[in-house]
């Protein structure tokens, strides 16, 4: 299947790319946004994405096959990881889902369409209407697609335009989803621009923040602020900062049955997207227990990581990230002939997964890549100190606990700071309506007006 050149990211050679032709593209971006796409109603929207995401699922759909024929070694993930973490990206786009994304951020989903009253506005003769950006900048991070696939589904229930600057070579899924969406309306893709360039280029960032009316950017603090500053004053700005994860499971959680289901789950999270991007587990904290000591669940977590090496490979790695590996496994083999308080598993003859236990508890930053730390703790309480130096920098906690712990739990972590909590085993597979760092997922893109009758 040849891809035709839709997009700047398929001319294949960014050196080529000017700012005369971002200007040009950000210009052209406006006028079909104001010609297909701004007066589209939402429900034929839902219905577009809802289709792409059945077409996206079927084993016979020309840009699926694309994506897992050329996708490993354009992307560095294995076919089987891939292939999971796209189709539970896909599972997630339906109607139902995304009616109840619009239900949960504008309280109706026609909104969007046309003024609307609650019943409590009903009350004070009151009807508000929301409407996106005339063109929204995406500059995304990492090699991960999902993340960038949820920002191009949010910009068109906006309405919005959209460019998708991607970090370098990260291009090819995004980019194939603009096709999809093009081969099916292309009246709705000419309202997408995807481009691919190594960030920090002036010439090429500054016509596209200065024609954009809203800029979302991910990366780390350093590319964040460096975004900061180039965005014109007034132009709306969100930053998605590089966050932490980890997995905390109780003593009653890994009662009888419960732990081997629990080992399975927790390794699958380090294994989806070959443990990237902010939602993958660092560490996994383990209550003391008789049942399952954690020494004993670090043990048999590597053997079920091995399992997985054999069905769902991690992609290969480059020099600097395998010998990063291999170094901090020199450390921990040192630390492990000293004491006991530390032991470590790893993969025969290769980098593919590294279990560490430790005795202390305190929060370590893994090399990600399949490498993972287990943690002992007597309670929460001693949690909670063992992750007070990340203190607001956690995006997601998988937990496991009884139904009545659960909840207590919940909630001192939500008042700790954390925005997101999920079973074990869901931590790459958040739903649409996800309120990424906490902030709504759809409304922040909006302004709203008020009529007041």
Known sequence: ?????????????????????????????????????????????????????????????????????????????????????????????????????????????????????????????????????????????????????????????????????????????????????????????ACIEVADWPGGNDALELPLFSGANFVTASGNEETIESIRRRVPAGTRYIPYGNKLSFIYLTKESLAGFHAKKLIRRTAEDIVAWDQAGCLSPHVVYVDLNPDVPPEHFAARLAEELA???????????????????????????????????????????????????????????????????????QDFDQLIKGIEPIHGKVSTVGLAAGDDAAKTIAMRLAQWGVTRICPVGQMQDPPLAWRHDGRPALADFLTWTDWES
Request: proline share 5%; aromatic share 8%; glycine share 6%.
């Open 307 to 377: 399992r997985l090496e054999a069905s769902h490979p991690r992609g290969p790695l480059s020099d600097s990230d395998s010998a990063q590996i291999a170094a901090r496994r020199s450390i921990y083999e040192v630390r492990s002939a000293h004491s006991p308080d530390t032991q470590h598993w790893t993969s025969e003859n290769s980098t593919a997964w590294t279990v560490v236990f430790e005795a202390e508890p305190q929060f370590s930053i893994s090399c990600l890549n399949r490498f993972v730390y287990v943690k002992p703790v």
């Open 1 to 189: 299947m040849n891809l035709p050149n839709y997009f700047l990211a398929d001319l294949g050679n960014n050196q080529a790319l000017s700012g005369a032709m971002i200007t040009d593209a950000v210009e052209t971006l406006k006028r079909n946004r104001a010609q297909y796409l701004a007066g589209r109603t939402t429900h034929s929207l839902v219905k577009a994405l809802h289709n792409l995401g059945e077409n996206w699922l079927d084993e016979e759909y020309p840009f699926r096959q694309l994506a897992l024929e050329q996708g490993p070694a354009q992307t560095g993930f294995s076919k089987p990881t891939l292939q999971r973490g796209l189709d539970q990206f896909f599972r997630r786009l339906t109607g139902d889902e995304l009616l109840g994304l619009l239900q949960q951020d504008l309280g109706d989903p026609h909104r969007l369409d046309s003024f609307v009253s609650s019943s409590t506005e009903q009350k004070l003769n009151r009807q508000s209407f929301a409407q996106g950006p005339e063109l929204i900048a995406h500059v995304t991070a990492g090699t991960l697609p999902n993340s960038t696939l949820q920002l191009m589904v949010l910009s068109l229930l906006a309405k919005s335009a959209q460019f998708i600057k991607c970090s370098h070579g990260a291009a090819f899924i995004p980019r194939l989803f603009a096709h999809s969406i093009y081969d099916a309306e292309p009246k709705l893709g």
